[in-house]
Every structure is written in C-alpha cells, then in structure tokens.
C-alpha cells in the first residue's frame, strides 16, 4: 500500500448487498473502486449493528486491493487483533472511543495495520494535534456515524485545517458521510484524497448491473479531480 494524494474512491459495503458480499467486492473493484471501506458498527458506540472479524475475513480473499476497516466500536482495543489478522490493511479507530488513544493507534501499528483516527463533525481538528506522528489516516466524519445515508454535514473548515497541519506528513485525509458527486468537490478541494461514499456508488446497480457502479464511481472522481483540470 503505497501513499500518494490522488483522489480514491472507497465504496462502502454498508450500502452493498448483505447477502452476496463477496460479489459486490469484486464488483465495485472492477468497476473502478480503489478502496473497499468496511463500517464496524456495535449498536453501543454508534445505534446500530453490523458485521465484524468474521465478515472481514470472508470478504478478505475477493478483495484484491486496500480493506479500509472503520471501528465505530467502544471499546476498540481488545478487538484490534481480530481485524488485523482477518486482512485490514487500515484500520480506523474513533478519538471518541476511549480514553488511551495513543495506545489504540500503536496497537493498530503493531498488529501489522495502517493506523488510523476519525473524528465526529462535533470534534475539533485540534484533536488530532498530538497524534500526527502516529497515524497514516484520519477520518472526517460529515455525518454523524451511524447509519448510511445520511445528510452531508460541511466539515471543509475542519479539512482545511488538518491539511495544514498534516503539511508534508504521508497522511491521507477520508471523508466520510454523504460524499457524492455534489460534495465530493468541496471535499477535495479542501484537502482530502480519500472518499468513502455508499448509496452514492450503489444506488441503481447490482451484481447483476455492475456497469452502474462504474457510473456512479467515475461521477464522483470527475466531480473531485475536476477542480484540478
């Protein structure tokens, strides 16, 4: 996994179909998916439930590039260890999750992951001040973790201000939440080069209608790249 700033587009199987996962993977890669980002949500850190250790490893062997596992679980650290080892190549913790983040992020790196932090639209970008030397990602939330779906909430000033303070550090900077060929340019001019994006990629397709995947995917990137024609 080598670090660049070219916009990548990380479809989330959150939006994809429950019953036929491993299809839906090979399928958002064909049709130009750089990522595959995989929401872990416990029903306690966020209100709702969805998969963990054992869907990622089911998934892992028809996925050929990055596995972006998000945790929107409290607490995080005694399950770091079960989704490296099921192929998370970035896993993502909240700074709202617990206490000892610090220890959260050397935990990640050690079980042999791409570290990274995300922050809630209600969390500072000061939040991450400390943490720069020790993380590969963070995560934008522009919509409050949860559900799929939902309502683009403008956090440019936030991505605005972590690209400053990133500076030439090989970080990338996620959006997440309501990324769609509308928003993905506000994003990306701010700064960020990696944009999950779920019913906005799925929407009208299906294992079955691939090709609509592609639409939609390459929708977002032209929004996004277009800034820089």
């Not at 409290?74 to 999750?97: K, L, M, N, W």
């Not at 001040?129 to 956090?155: H, R, S, W, Y």
Request: with cysteine; net charge negative.
């Amino acid at each position: 996994m080598t670090f660049d700033r070219k916009i990548k587009i990380a479809p989330s199987i959150l939006s994809a179909d429950f019953a036929n996962f491993g299809a839906e993977c090979q399928a958002i890669e064909a049709q130009g998916a750089d990522w595959v980002h995989v929401d872990v949500m416990d029903g306690h850190f966020v209100p709702n439930i969805t998969f963990g250790p054992a869907t990622c490893a089911a998934i892992r062997p028809h996925i050929k590039g990055v596995m972006d596992v998000h945790l929107m679980i409290a607490p995080v650290d005694p399950y770091i260890g079960d989704f490296a080892r099921a192929g998370a190549d970035v896993i993502t913790a909240h700074a709202e999750a617990g206490p000892h983040v610090h220890r959260t992020l050397q935990a990640i790196r050690s079980a042999g992951a791409k570290a990274g932090i995300a922050l809630n639209p209600g969390t500072p970008a000061g939040a991450v001040a400390e943490l720069l030397d020790m993380i590969d990602l963070v995560c934008v939330m522009t919509v409050n973790p949860g559900f799929g779906g939902q309502k683009f909430i403008d956090m440019t000033a936030k991505i605005h201000a972590l690209r400053d303070m990133i500076g030439e550090r090989p970080i990338h900077i996620e959006i997440d939440g309501g990324v769609d060929p509308v928003t993905a340019p506000l994003v990306a001019q701010a700064g960020a080069d990696v944009l999950v994006a779920g019913s906005a990629v799925f929407k009208g397709g299906s294992v079955g209608q691939p090709e609509v995947y592609g639409t939609n995917i390459r929708a977002i990137r032209a929004a996004a790249e277009g800034l820089y024609a």
